[in-house]
């Protein structure tokens, strides 16, 4: 599968989950409400410029952006159009803000250099082919003294589903998630201040397939495998995870979180 026809199948896939992704979306949404705390933390101390969030989504840390930076200029993209469109609908809706500036866009080819204040990355950097050339591409566009924010799903999420499928002897189509001495490598030779933290969360579904359909929901299903499971192999995971868990499925996701901030600005 080439980058760009995977690429195609995500934009395709949450922009189906428009109507369905508030409702599901519960790794996301704490993901950009433990983002959004970190946002209030160093706001009074950033640098002068303009506000970037790649994968604005349905909105849940924009609405936060708007309230915290009530006088700067906010850009809100992703590389998904319905979401764009659906983040500008809500926003209008519920944040009153003077300068929004909405717009596709893939963050993995963000052409920006010493362009923001501040960039702000929830629930996306995982999907990205080339995790250190476009966390670099980030850390580029930030100005002196910018900072960078991300929240995603780290190595060791979803381990349930792993750990089923080898019981029932069937290939994980789940994507392999960035762990964070990965993600810290990428930062070593740079002149930055990095900090990264997890945090576990437990979802609880009452079969299987409720869980599967709760990927499904929000559009986040596309799987970079190669090959992925039959109708038959389905069926087999399924019926061997409920018959394993008769009381309910519980999974766990593990958030990583990841803050970089850019010498060069006042005091450092």
Same mark, same amino acid.
């Given at each position: 599968m080439t980058e760009a026809s995977f690429k195609a199948r995500v934009v395709e896939n949450f922009s189906r989950s428009t109507s369905t992704y508030d409702c599901h979306a519960d790794e996301q949404r704490v993901g950009?409400?433990?983002?959004?705390?970190?946002?209030?933390?160093?706001?009074?101390?950033?640098?002068?410029?303009? +506000?970037?969030?790649?994968?604005?989504?349905?909105?849940? /840390?924009?609405?936060? !952006? =708007?309230? $915290?930076? @009530?006088?700067?200029? %906010?850009?809100?993209?992703?590389?998904?159009?319905?979401?764009?469109?659906?983040?500008?609908?809500?926003?209008?809706?519920?944040?009153?803000?003077?300068?929004?500036?909405?717009?596709?866009?893939?963050?993995?080819?963000?052409?920006?250099?010493?362009?923001?204040?501040?960039?702000?990355?929830?629930?996306? +950097?995982?999907?990205?082919?080339?995790?250190?050339?476009? /966390?670099?591409?980030? !850390? =580029?566009? $930030?100005? @002196?003294?910018?900072? %960078?924010?991300?929240?995603?799903?780290?190595?060791?999420?979803?381990?349930?589903?792993?750990?089923?499928?080898?019981?029932?002897?069937?290939?994980?189509?789940?994507?392999?998630?960035?762990?964070?001495?990965?993600?810290?490598?990428?930062?070593?030779?740079?002149s930055v201040a990095v900090r990264q933290w997890e945090q576990v969360i437990a979802l609880r579904f009452p079969t299987a397939h409720a869980f599967l359909r709760h990927f499904k929901s929000t559009g986040a299903h596309t799987s970079a495998r190669l090959s992925t499971l039959g109708p038959a192999q389905l069926r087999q995971l399924l019926c061997g995870w409920d018959r394993d868990c008769p009381n309910g499925v519980e999974i766990t996701c593990a958030i990583h979180y990841l803050s970089v901030k850019k010498a060069g600005g006042c005091g450092d």
């Amino acid at each position: 599968m080439t980058e760009a026809s995977f690429k195609a199948r995500v934009v395709e896939n949450f922009s189906r989950s428009t109507s369905t992704y508030d409702c599901h979306a519960d790794e996301q949404r704490v993901g950009a409400a433990t983002l959004a705390a970190c946002v209030a933390e160093c706001a009074g101390n950033l640098v002068e410029g303009p +506000v970037l969030e790649i994968g604005c989504g349905t909105g849940f /840390l924009s609405a936060s !952006l =708007a309230e $915290l930076f @009530p006088e700067r200029r %906010l850009e809100l993209t992703d590389l998904a159009p319905a979401m764009v469109a659906h983040c500008r609908q809500k926003m209008a809706a519920e944040a009153a803000h003077p300068d929004i500036r909405y717009r596709v866009l893939d963050g993995e080819q963000l052409a920006s250099e010493g362009r923001y204040a501040l960039i702000c990355a929830s629930f996306v +950097v995982h999907w990205f082919a080339d995790l250190r050339a476009g /966390l670099q591409q980030l !850390l =580029a566009a $930030l100005k @002196p003294g910018g900072q %960078l924010l991300c929240s995603y799903p780290g190595a060791g999420s979803y381990a349930e589903w792993h750990r089923q499928c080898v019981l029932q002897g069937i290939p994980c189509s789940a994507n392999a998630l960035p762990d964070l001495a990965s993600v810290a490598c990428v930062f070593a030779d740079e002149s930055v201040a990095v900090r990264q933290w997890e945090q576990v969360i437990a979802l609880r579904f009452p079969t299987a397939h409720a869980f599967l359909r709760h990927f499904k929901s929000t559009g986040a299903h596309t799987s970079a495998r190669l090959s992925t499971l039959g109708p038959a192999q389905l069926r087999q995971l399924l019926c061997g995870w409920d018959r394993d868990c008769p009381n309910g499925v519980e999974i766990t996701c593990a958030i990583h979180y990841l803050s970089v901030k850019k010498a060069g600005g006042c005091g450092d």
